[in-house]
């Protein structure tokens, strides 16, 4: 039977609604859907292959446990579970609670059941030891949130489809398509800005896609943004652009941010960052006299020496200049499902409650920082991690230091992952129990309406059927979190009565919850008959999903600080101001260049290069360096090339490239596949290097401890021995 189901994409943040067609149960056709009133049709590359990740003959059916010889073999699900429960209870009784950690990878992103179920299974665990991509990602964006605003989920958003001037710092949204920033086809928002005669400039040390299309082009030093922007932010208070009257209104704590301002030195930040004085002083009148402006940064800010702090500058000047909650500025939406009351009531969300055993690092909303697991595995100790799970992540290629943590994972007593695919990671797992593939589950996005740029809802139902004996993500979760004596709502008095409720025949499902959330939340029926208000029957009667409208002008609807005021001045953030204060220098080694990430249209993070239709044409894993930098060095363009860091040298290969900022190179993460060559065919074919091989996890950002991944000191020099010994078209190998 042919029919097309309508189905929110799973694979980036931009939430396009797709439509795909199935004939006799196989996906045989996925466009654009045309009538979603979010997306309008758009899609990209990588949502036309979302079904040839089901259609994968290398994606896993079954779970696989390691053999006596160390291969891999099918294992049923009853005896892997049994073995997996068993052997942590042990573990956890013999080394204590702690012994166990959990890292958790970007797509649970995209996946509410495994969103509800992630604190039910580390309520079960109970470890201190938490890990995920937020370190290598979003830790700076939330801490803001949660400090500024009451709650990471309670962040503005530039309003672009009614903004007028969007200065873009660290961010590369033509390629990646938005990041805490939900906008589906923002290459075409972004053009549409410009044609109404708004203005684009781009932040960012190499010209990159959007760089190229906007209307200028600022390129600054890898890790300068800080300095650029409180430069930015004094150059308002110095000029009288600081729009007081709304920052009395909505904000506490603006003297002593201001005080501070004033001793922000400009010309210490354009030799910081390598922009002229002039030229910053001019972006912010330019920005301050826009009618309707806006300032977001991203992955390049975030992922820096001074990731937190530049996060908070940014939103700074949307502040100072009265953009905070203003059509065209930085707005908040208003979610259908709204998950910052149940984090405030369940306490979920904090800063710097425990620390790191090793290095005594804060957790951040939950997390300690990526960079140190690998030494909480090696170091010897009470509370040393003897176990790991990962949950659809990556560690091995996306944390810093991978060479590491690859060779810490060997000392683990034992590691289960869920996950799709036999990876650079998985493949160091005792057990590895594999989902079915999302199309196969009904899909409801819970985070990103907290970051969309305008308010709608909308519900998934699944595109075809597992597999016979195939689980959902949630499943594998739910089993694991009950087998260690926990439950779904993470809580005893609330998972006492559901385990009741199973013997009587009775499943918990992450749907049941989200439709008591949908309810109740801010668009809810309340459970009244009579209400036009929402519910999940409501929102599966709607195949495009329910447009809520733009968002709305004001702050009291997210700003849950008391008094609904926006807090300016944090201490964590101030004593990062007081320090950063002090030095306003950006240094980097004499001799160094500097290393900075990139992304790709066809990629995704470092787990879609098995997919033929995007692992297709050149190699793409290359170094870009600028012609100046490679006739110093003596490095030509194609060549494999040396590349050394301070826990890493490996053989690279350059392409020449103008657009790079003399001084600095760029390497895409996410490559590495040479050890997947039995497991992921496609993948093996293009490996590429691992950018993760130079970065370093001792060396992290002061705040949260995120990642330093741009502004790596590197040198770069000729292959020893010539590069000329080498054939024509030699493949990068992983050092
Ligand atoms: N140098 C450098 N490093 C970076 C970055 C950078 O810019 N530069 N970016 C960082 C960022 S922003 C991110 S988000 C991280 C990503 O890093 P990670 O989250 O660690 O890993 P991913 O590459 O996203 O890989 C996702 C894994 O999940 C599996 N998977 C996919 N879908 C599902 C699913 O539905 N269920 C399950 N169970 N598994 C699934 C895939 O097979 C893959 O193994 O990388 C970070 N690392
Ligand atoms: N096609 C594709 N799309 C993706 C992904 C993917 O892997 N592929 N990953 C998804 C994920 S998980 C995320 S988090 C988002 C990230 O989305 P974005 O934040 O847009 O990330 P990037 O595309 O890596 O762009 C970051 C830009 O920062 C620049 N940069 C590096 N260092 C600095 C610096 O010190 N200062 C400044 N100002 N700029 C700097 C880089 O040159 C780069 O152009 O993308 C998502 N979308
Ligand atoms: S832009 Fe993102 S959400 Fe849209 S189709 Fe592409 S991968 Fe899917
Ligand atoms: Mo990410």
């Known amino acids: 039977m042919k029919q097309t189901i309508f189905r929110t994409c799973t694979l980036c943040e931009a939430t396009c609604g797709l439509a795909i067609d199935v004939d006799d149960g196989n996906i045989v056709n996925v466009r654009g859907d045309e ?32 053999n006596e010889r160390g291969d891999f073999e099918p294992v049923g699900w ?45 309520n079960a665990l109970g470890s201190r030891n938490v890990y995920s991509a937020s370190s290598q990602d979003t830790a700076p964006r939330f801490v803001t949130n949660y400090y500024l605003y009451g709650s990471a989920l309670a962040g503005p958003v530039p309003d672009i489809d009614r903004s007028d001037y969007l200065l873009c710092i660290g961010a590369n949204p033509y390629v990646s398509n938005g990041s805490a920033w939900t906008a589906p086809d923002l290459k075409g928002r972004l053009r ?89 002083e001019r972006l912010a009148r330019d920005f301050a006299h826009a009618k309707q402006g806006v300032a977001y940064s991203r992955i390049g800010v975030c992922n820096n020496r001074f990731g937190t702090l530049a996060t908070y500058a940014t939103d700074l000047l949307n502040i100072l200049t009265g953009r905070l909650g203003r059509v065209g500025g930085a707005m908040f939406p208003r979610p259908a499902i709204d998950l910052v009351p149940l984090a405030r009531v369940a306490e979920m969300e904090g800063h710097g409650r425990w620390r790191s055993r090793v290095r005594g690092l804060p957790e951040t909303l939950g997390d300690l920082p990526s960079g140190c697991l690998a030494e909480e595995i090696e170091t010897p100790g009470p509370g040393q991690v003897r176990a790991l799970i990962t949950f659809a992540g990556n560690p091995v290629l996306s944390v810093p230091n991978t060479k590491r943590l690859r060779s810490a994972l060997g000392q683990l007593e034992l590691m289960v992952s869920i996950d799709l695919y036999v990876n650079e990671t998985t493949r160091h797992a005792d057990f590895i129990l594999p989902p079915a593939w999302s199309l196969a589950e009904e899909h409801v996005d819970i985070l990103f309406p907290a970051f969309s740029v305008r308010n709608i809802a909308r519900w998934s139902p699944p595109v075809v059927e597992p597999a016979a004996g195939e ?69 599966k009667a709607a195949p495009h999903g329910i447009d809520l409208g733009p968002l709305e002008e004001g702050t009291a609807h997210r700003v849950c600080h008391a008094g609904g ?9 101030l004593t990062a101001l007081d320090d950063w204060l002090g030095e306003q220098l950006n240094r980097g080694a004499a001799g160094t260049l500097s290393l900075i990430g990139r992304r790709d249209v066809r990629t995704n993070n470092s787990w879609m290069h098995n997919i033929p239709a995007l692992a297709a044409g050149r190699d793409r894993c290359l170094l870009l360096v600028h012609p100046e930098d490679a006739a110093r060095v003596g490095v030509g363009d194609d060549d494999l090339a040396e590349l050394e860091s301070r826990v890493h040298t490996g053989q690279v290969r350059v392409r020449l490239s103008t657009d790079m900022m003399p001084g600095v190179v760029s390497l895409p993460h996410g490559w590495g596949h040479a050890e997947t060559e039995p497991w992921q065919r496609v993948a093996a074919q293009q490996p590429g290097v691992s950018a993760n091989d130079w970065t370093d996890d001792q060396d992290l950002e002061a705040v949260v401890g995120q990642s330093i991944l741009n502004g790596v000191a590197v040198r770069l020099r000729p292959l020893p021995g010539s590069a000329q010994t080498l054939e024509d078209g030699a493949r990068p190998t992983p050092g």
């Open 35 to 66: 009538d979603d009133p979010f997306s309008r049709g758009y899609i990209c590359a990588k949502g036309v292959a979302i079904g040839a990740v089901h259609a994968d003959p290398d994606r896993l059916r079954q779970p696989l446990r390691r």
């Open 78 to 122: 009853d005896e892997a579970f049994a073995a997996i429960a068993t052997r942590l209870r042990a573990i956890q009784a013999e080394h204590g609670k702690d012994a166990v950690a959990l890292y958790v990878g970007n797509p649970i992103i995209h996946n509410h059941g495994a969103l509800l179920l992630r604190q039910s299974l580390m």
């Open 192 to 280: 549409a800005l410009r044609q109404r005669g708004g203005k684009l400039v781009v932040v960012d040390p190499r010209r990159s896609e959007t760089a190229r299309e906007a209307d200028e082009h600022i390129a600054i030093r890898p890790g300068g943004d800080v300095a650029l922007l409180f430069a930015m932010a004094a150059t308002l208070v110095d000029e009288g652009l600081v729009d007081r009257e709304r920052v009395a209104a909505q904000t506490r704590g603006w003297d002593e941010v201001e005080s501070r301002l004033r001793r922000v030195d400009r010309d210490a930040a354009a030799a910081a960052t390598g922009i002229e004085r002039g030229t910053i």
């Open 471 to 539: 689980r959902a993500d949630w499943e594998i979760l739910l089993e694991l979190t009950e087998r260690l004596g926990g439950g779904p709502m993470g809580m005893p008095v609330l998972d006492a009565p559901l385990r009741w409720a199973k013997g009587l025949g009775y499943r918990w499902n992450p749907t049941a919850t989200l439709d008591l959330l949908l309810r109740l939340g801010p668009y809810g029926d309340r459970f009244l008959p009579w209400s036009q208000g929402l519910n999940m029957k409501k929102l």
């Open 565 to 573: 005021r926006v807090d300016l001045a944090p201490t964590s953030l």
